[in-house]
């Protein structure tokens, strides 16, 4: 009887897995993998899962963070191959769904605590411009002068890969979209009126006017619920989706330019706030053009949001001077922003 079961469980295993094919993004080989095996179960099973490795005093450790569930039962590298970034790794996995919803726990302000601290450990995670975007120094040159050096060269800005997955992935399975409205019917209706007052006169915009009562757009309520939203810089249209998590990006972040001194440490020889390009703000209640091709058709924003320009790139010219003395020393150059 035992054994019977046993193979009724496999069955169902089997049969409700779905096979999936990602591709992960990492540092080097292993960490790419790990990003794949996330996204697979973020794709199969309705599933967001997010870790983070650090190093310290000698030992790796890793913490793992996940909002709902599955179970890969078992995987294939489809292929891997370097990048500028570091690497890519292509799997094909079968997962399998399983049931992780959290527990509605109503306070008498009918607040649901526990839903909204699982969102925010995430969030959280997610909620780092120096994760979120890519500094590259690129184009330097030098002058050198009797005491100081002059350094020339630019930082190019670009939105890392495995953050937006990140974040799509998580706002997929949260499944609520963001509300905005356009003004698109308020066009179009204002120039039919705008006709039909031209052919028919009075009466007949009032027709118009009658039916146009009927079938117009339901008003939206403005809400305080953080969302994200996601489209080009000013391009056609926004995707936009509810987080109800604030998040704390910088409006104005700093790049900054770190050296490795060898004897000194750490030093700081660059730091700028930037008129950042890549992503802005809105408020709840906010109203911008959102497309190229039409200027006069405007988005309004019903939450607050964060606006993510994913296709968006940006090239920062820097020059400074750094002491003689100090570049002579200097064995490693990081540039991030914070």
Same mark, same amino acid.
């Given at each position: 009887?035992?054994?019977?079961? =046993? +193979?009724?469980?496999?069955?169902?295993?089997?049969?409700s897995a779905e096979e999936v094919q990602v591709t992960g993004y990492g540092l080097n080989y292993n960490s790419a993998l790990e990003n794949a095996k996330v996204m697979a179960l973020e794709k199969g099973a309705s599933t967001f899962?997010i870790g983070e490795s650090t190093a310290r005093n000698g030992k790796m450790t890793e913490e793992i963070d996940q909002y709902n569930g599955g179970v890969i039962k078992k995987y294939d590298v489809v292929s891997q191959r370097t990048?500028?970034?570091?690497?890519? &790794?292509?799997?094909?996995?079968?997962?399998? @769904?399983?049931? /992780?919803?959290?527990?509605?726990?109503?306070?008498?302000?009918? &607040?649901?605590?526990?839903?909204?601290?699982?969102?925010?450990?995430?969030? /959280?995670?997610?909620?780092?411009?120096?994760?979120?975007?890519?500094?590259?120094?690129?184009?330097?040159?030098?002058?050198?002068?009797?005491?100081e050096t002059t350094v020339y060269g630019q930082v190019v800005l670009t939105w890392q890969p495995k953050w937006i997955t990140d974040m799509k992935s998580l706002t997929s399975v949260i499944n609520e979209r963001g509300t905005t409205?356009?003004?698109?019917?308020? /066009?179009?209706?204002?120039?039919? #009126?705008? +006709?039909?007052?031209?052919? =028919?006169?009075?009466?007949?915009?009032?027709?118009?006017?009658?039916?146009?009562?009927?079938?117009? @757009?339901?008003?939206?309520?403005?809400?305080?619920?953080?969302? &994200?939203? =996601?489209?080009?810089?000013?391009?056609?249209?926004?995707?936009?989706?509810?987080?109800?998590?604030?998040?704390?990006?910088?409006?104005?972040?700093? $790049?900054?330019?770190?050296?490795?001194?060898?004897?000194?440490?750490?030093?700081?020889?660059?730091?700028?706030?930037?008129?950042?390009?890549?992503?802005?703000?809105? +408020?709840?209640?906010?109203?911008?053009?959102?497309?190229?091709?039409?200027? +006069?058709?405007?988005?309004? =924003?019903?939450? @607050?949001? $964060?606006? &993510?320009?994913?296709?968006?790139?940006?090239?920062?010219?820097?020059?400074?001077?750094?002491?003689?003395? #100090?570049?002579?020393?200097?064995?490693?150059?990081?540039?991030?922003?914070?």
């Amino acid at each position: 009887m035992r054994s019977l079961l =046993f +193979s009724l469980m496999l069955v169902v295993s089997v049969a409700s897995a779905e096979e999936v094919q990602v591709t992960g993004y990492g540092l080097n080989y292993n960490s790419a993998l790990e990003n794949a095996k996330v996204m697979a179960l973020e794709k199969g099973a309705s599933t967001f899962i997010i870790g983070e490795s650090t190093a310290r005093n000698g030992k790796m450790t890793e913490e793992i963070d996940q909002y709902n569930g599955g179970v890969i039962k078992k995987y294939d590298v489809v292929s891997q191959r370097t990048t500028n970034m570091g690497y890519e &790794v292509t799997i094909v996995a079968d997962v399998v @769904p399983k049931n /992780n919803a959290v527990r509605k726990t109503k306070t008498p302000f009918n &607040v649901d605590f526990e839903e909204y601290e699982k969102r925010e450990k995430i969030v /959280n995670r997610l909620d780092n411009v120096g994760k979120a975007i890519h500094a590259q120094v690129t184009k330097t040159g030098t002058k050198i002068g009797r005491y100081e050096t002059t350094v020339y060269g630019q930082v190019v800005l670009t939105w890392q890969p495995k953050w937006i997955t990140d974040m799509k992935s998580l706002t997929s399975v949260i499944n609520e979209r963001g509300t905005t409205t356009n003004n698109v019917y308020d /066009n179009v209706a204002g120039s039919g #009126i705008n +006709s039909l007052m031209s052919r =028919f006169g009075f009466l007949g915009a009032m027709g118009g006017m009658a039916v146009d009562s009927a079938i117009r @757009p339901t008003p939206q309520q403005n809400s305080d619920h953080m969302m &994200v939203c =996601f489209g080009e810089y000013y391009g056609n249209g926004v995707d936009c989706h509810k987080l109800s998590v604030d998040m704390t990006f910088p409006r104005s972040p700093k $790049l900054v330019l770190v050296a490795k001194v060898e004897g000194r440490g750490h030093v700081v020889l660059y730091e700028q706030y930037l008129d950042m390009k890549m992503y802005k703000y809105v +408020s709840s209640g906010d109203t911008m053009s959102t497309s190229n091709l039409f200027k +006069s058709y405007k988005t309004s =924003f019903h939450n @607050p949001a $964060l606006l &993510v320009y994913e296709q968006q790139t940006q090239v920062i010219d820097l020059t400074f001077n750094i002491e003689n003395s #100090i570049i002579k020393s200097v064995t490693e150059i990081g540039v991030y922003l914070k």
